[in-house]
């Protein structure tokens, strides 16, 4: 009686639908654009906050 191996973790079960590496690869991609986007829009917002702050100091502090 031979003995039971399981398959390497590379190995997917018979069943299991292939997915290719360049879809997760393009994913990827799309998630680091996204990122970007998100952090430039953050940077462009916080200077727009900041800017209205200074403005604000500026027209309360002259009387």
Known sequence: MAAH???P????PAGAPR???EDHSVRSAVAVVV???VL???LVGG????AT???LTSWVGTD
């Open 40 to 42: 430039v829009a953050l």
């Open 9 to 12: 973790a590379s190995v997917p």
């Open 53 to 55: 702050l200074i403005d």
């Open 5 to 7: 191996t399981p398959l």
């Open 47 to 50: 200077g727009a906050v900041v």
């Open 35 to 37: 990122a970007g986007v």
């Open 19 to 21: 997915r290719d590496a």
